[in-house]
């Protein structure tokens, strides 16, 4: 390098820059130095360091390092350091235009001891091979290094808000995938994720207006039908939530997973042959997942196919023993066939599996009302309420089971609380029709809601 004033690295950048456009007839695309930071010239470390702050591309090589035996060198150095703590500053810059090349694994450990980063494709790729592990918070940390240090992308910032959505930080992923659509307004997958997250945090109108989108870019995704189809469903558009599920079964026949959200739409609509039917396809394709059994058997209770119900609740318990949900619906299909004493031991055997489990208190009260055991019925309610306390099932129960104990005062409450706080028809009509035979003996003045 040509002599220059040390304290003046522009003018050594200078030189540089003209030495090389006299040779090379331009400037170098990229400037590689070799031992830059060892000392034997004064000037080089803060020119390049200048250049670094330029946006010169460089590529530094380093085998030898003043700190380690070079002593003199070193403290020259560091004279020339604009802030005498932080002598990495004039030694090794960062920045995503300046790269590090090292001889040996030795050095290597040395840099990245002191806080360089790495190769920022190096960096990408390890953060992408790290979402693949579910390595959230690591490759959370390698994209936030790549954005800062060699800019943004689409899919730098898709990477992040995938990193981010892993570790349920929703909101930060909403940023990045919302960025990743500015920097790319056609790219279907960014759209995708956003729904996904949207979803996820409620907002479900903007989840479906993201899926639109995804499909007018012309991605015919089988996936992307089925996530604007749960979207619907959340939001309530039943039949366009069937509208998409039968257009993941037109591109995917065997998707099981569709049959069974299909069902569901189906059941919620009270149209129960169709959601049988589309839960025998579930069983069909997947004969050992047991929630396909129950799903099924709530469907064929709900269609008065009682002991067809009961013949998959078995199957859903034999497959998956600690289910308490199916030990709940089959001891209310027993308790409905008069079976007290089976149906209590099923509620009994629920409770074993999960002590805090409201409806099998609810259920198991249900069977001691209709068999008389007022007390008994009270109690389970009592205790269903205690463990969740917005129950309205187990209000209404309790306050017919408070009626028929001639506790008037105690049933217009619950049968209040039902009008005040349900949002289901079936309760507020019931709720209704029980208040106004109570009111007339009772202290309040009565009260009635009509069904929303």
Same mark, same amino acid.
């Given at each position: 390098?040509?002599?220059?004033?040390?304290?003046?690295?522009?003018?050594?950048?200078?030189?540089?820059?003209?030495?090389?456009?006299?040779?090379?007839?331009?400037?170098?695309?990229?400037?590689?130095?070799?031992?830059?930071?060892?000392?034997?010239?004064?000037?080089?470390?803060?020119?390049?360091?200048?250049?670094?702050?330029?946006?010169?591309?460089?590529?530094?090589?380093?085998?030898?390092?003043?700190?380690?035996?070079?002593?003199?060198?070193?403290?020259?150095?560091?004279?020339?350091?604009?802030?005498?703590?932080?002598?990495?500053?004039?030694?090794?810059?960062?920045?995503?235009?300046?790269?590090?090349?090292?001889?040996?694994?030795?050095?290597?450990?040395?840099?990245?001891?002191?806080?360089?980063?790495?190769?920022?494709?190096?960096?990408?790729?390890?953060?992408?091979?790290?979402?693949?592990?579910?390595?959230?918070?690591?490759?959370?940390?390698?994209?936030?290094?790549?954005?800062?240090?060699?800019?943004?992308?689409?899919?730098?910032?898709?990477?992040?808000?995938?990193?981010?959505?892993?570790?349920?930080?929703?909101?930060?992923?909403?940023?990045?995938?919302?960025?990743?659509?500015?920097?790319?307004?056609?790219?279907?997958?960014?759209?995708?994720?956003?729904?996904?997250?949207?979803?996820?945090?409620?907002?479900?109108?903007?989840?479906?207006?993201?899926?639109?989108?995804?499909?007018?870019?012309?991605?015919?995704?089988?996936?992307?039908?089925?996530?604007?189809?749960?979207?619907?469903?959340?939001?309530?558009?039943?039949?366009?939530?069937?509208?998409?599920?039968?257009?993941?079964?037109?591109?995917?026949?065997?998707?099981?997973?569709?049959?069974?959200?299909?069902?569901?739409?189906?059941?919620?609509?009270?149209?129960?042959?169709?959601?049988?039917?589309?839960?025998?396809?579930?069983?069909?394709?997947?004969?050992?997942?047991? #929630?396909?059994? +129950?799903?099924? $058997? =709530?469907?064929?209770? !709900?269609?008065? @196919?009682?002991?067809? /119900? &009961?013949?998959?609740?078995?199957?859903?318990?034999?497959?998956?023993?600690?289910?308490?949900?199916?030990?709940?619906?089959?001891?209310?299909?027993?308790?409905?066939?008069?079976?007290?004493?089976?149906?209590?031991?099923?509620?009994?055997?629920?409770?074993?599996?999960?002590?805090?489990?409201?409806?099998?208190?609810?259920?198991?009260? #249900?069977?001691? +009302?209709?068999? $008389? =055991?007022?007390?008994? !019925?009270?109690? @389970?309610?009592?205790? /269903? &309420?205690?463990?969740?306390?917005?129950?309205?099932?187990?209000?209404?129960?309790?306050?017919?089971?408070?009626?028929?104990?001639?506790?008037?005062?105690?049933?217009?409450?619950?049968?209040?609380?039902?009008?005040?706080?349900s949002t289901d028809r079936g309760l507020i009509r019931v709720a209704n029709e029980y208040?106004?035979?109570?009111?007339?003996?009772?202290?309040?003045?009565?009260?009635?809601?009509?069904?929303?």
């Amino acid at each position: 390098m040509q002599s220059v004033d040390i304290h003046r690295p522009s003018s050594g950048v200078v030189k540089l820059e003209a030495a090389a456009r006299k040779e090379l007839g331009g400037t170098p695309d990229i400037w590689h130095f070799h031992n830059h930071s060892l000392g034997k010239n004064r000037a080089v470390a803060p020119a390049v360091r200048m250049m670094s702050e330029r946006g010169s591309r460089l590529l530094l090589q380093i085998h030898d390092f003043a700190e380690d035996g070079r002593p003199g060198n070193y403290r020259l150095l560091m004279e020339d350091a604009v802030d005498k703590d932080k002598p990495g500053d004039l030694l090794y810059p960062k920045a995503g235009h300046v790269h590090y090349a090292a001889l040996n694994s030795r050095d290597v450990e040395f840099l990245s001891e002191a806080g360089l980063p790495e190769d920022g494709k190096a960096r990408v790729a390890r953060g992408k091979a790290r979402l693949t592990v579910e390595d959230a918070q690591g490759a959370l940390e390698d994209f936030n290094w790549v954005i800062e240090f060699v800019g943004e992308s689409a899919e730098f910032r898709r990477w992040r808000g995938d990193a981010r959505r892993m570790l349920k930080d929703l909101t930060g992923a909403l940023a990045d995938y919302s960025r990743a659509i500015e920097l790319d307004p056609e790219s279907p997958l960014s759209y995708h994720k956003r729904g996904l997250t949207r979803k996820a945090l409620g907002e479900l109108g903007g989840a479906v207006a993201d899926y639109n989108k995804v499909i007018r870019l012309r991605m015919r995704d089988p996936s992307v039908y089925f996530n604007r189809a749960n979207a619907r469903r959340a939001y309530g558009d039943l039949t366009g939530a069937i509208t998409d599920y039968n257009e993941v079964l037109r591109l995917r026949r065997k998707d099981a997973h569709a049959y069974f959200a299909r069902a569901g739409c189906y059941a919620q609509l009270g149209e129960l042959r169709q959601a049988i039917a589309d839960y025998n396809q579930f069983i069909m394709l997947a004969p050992t997942k047991a #929630e396909g059994y +129950l799903a099924r $058997g =709530q469907a064929k209770r !709900a269609y008065s @196919d009682l002991s067809g /119900a &009961i013949a998959d609740f078995n199957q859903a318990i034999m497959l998956r023993p600690a289910d308490y949900d199916a030990y709940c619906e089959r001891g209310r299909v027993k308790s409905v066939l008069g079976d007290t004493g089976g149906a209590v031991e099923d509620f009994n055997q629920a409770l074993k599996v999960q002590p805090r489990y409201a409806p099998a208190y609810c259920g198991r009260g #249900e069977t001691w +009302l209709n068999g $008389g =055991q007022l007390d008994k !019925a009270i109690a @389970d309610f009592d205790r /269903a &309420i205690e463990l969740s306390p917005g129950y309205m099932q187990a209000y209404r129960c309790r306050g017919e089971a408070k009626a028929l104990a001639e506790d008037v005062e105690g049933a217009i409450a619950d049968f209040r609380t039902v009008l005040d706080r349900s949002t289901d028809r079936g309760l507020i009509r019931v709720a209704n029709e029980y208040l106004a035979e109570l009111e007339p003996f009772g202290t309040a003045s009565p009260r009635r809601r009509a069904p929303e």
